[in-house]
């Protein structure tokens, strides 16, 4: 069963860092792109970032861009996403997801407040 | 950015009837490779999304075949052929032909 198992959310101050990771198991890792996309509360999704097969490259939504990191370790079949800065902006259900948007994890919740 | 206008925002429905969900791109979204990468989920309350068609009109693996996609170039439209009570929720179009990939503002699908 293929399974996309998010975790590291929580409330932050702004500012400050955070990282998620999101664990992959029941299919090849290292033969997808992998993404992280993103819901503010009560609104639609949106693209955050996406990285290759093996992470030598990635892509960012320009509201994240230096900010942000997408990354993987295909040995550890896992995706993370290192988020410094925040802003309140950045509040939102963090999800990981397949290229082909084939499997979705159940989503991190990210707070950024004071 | 690609934009990707649904309609109509909110869809009430009977459950047996036909529905339509229509996403409308500000540009082609057919690649150079030859494929449109425009794709349908289905997100019901409270969960993650969940895919359900793929390049326009494939059905992703365990999508019951009440639900069929069709359209190219700019124009693409979802259709369910008899609403049940599980196909409640919001309904996103999303593209990745170009990047970044962008979705569609949401058609939430609720009973009558």
């Known amino acids: 069963e293929v399974q996309l198992v998010e975790s590291g959310g929580g409330l932050v101050q702004p500012g400050r860092s955070l990282k998620l990771s999101c664990a992959a198991s029941?299919?090849?890792?290292?033969?997808?792109?992998m993404a992280w996309v993103r819901q503010a509360p009560t609104k639609g999704l949106e693209w955050v970032a996406s990285i290759s097969y093996d992470g030598g490259s990635t892509y960012y939504r320009d509201s994240v861009k230096g900010r942000f990191t997408i990354s993987r370790d295909n040995a550890k079949s896992s995706l993370y996403l290192q988020m410094d800065s925040l802003r309140s902006e950045d509040t939102a259900t963090y999800y990981c997801?397949?290229?082909?948007?084939?499997?979705w994890g159940q989503g991190a919740s990210v707070t950024v407040s004071s | 950015d690609v934009v990707l206008t649904q309609t109509p925002p909110t869809l009430s429905a009977t459950i047996g009837q036909s529905v339509s969900i229509s996403c409308r791109s500000s540009?082609?979204?057919?690649?150079?490779?030859?494929?449109?990468?425009l794709n349908w989920l289905l997100q019901r309350p409270g969960q993650p999304p969940q895919l359900l068609i793929y390049l326009v009109s494939r059905l992703e693996s365990g999508v019951p075949n009440r639900f069929s996609g069709s359209g190219s170039g700019t124009d693409f439209t979802l259709k369910i052929s008899g609403v049940e009570a599980e196909d409640l929720g919001v309904y996103y179009c999303v593209q990745s032909t170009h990047a970044p990939w962008t979705f569609g503002g949401g058609t939430k699908l609720e009973l009558k």
């Open positions: 997801t397949t290229h082909v948007m084939d499997a």
């Open positions: 540009q082609s979204l057919l690649h150079s490779n030859g494929n449109t990468y």
């Open positions: 029941g299919f090849t890792f290292s033969d997808y792109y």
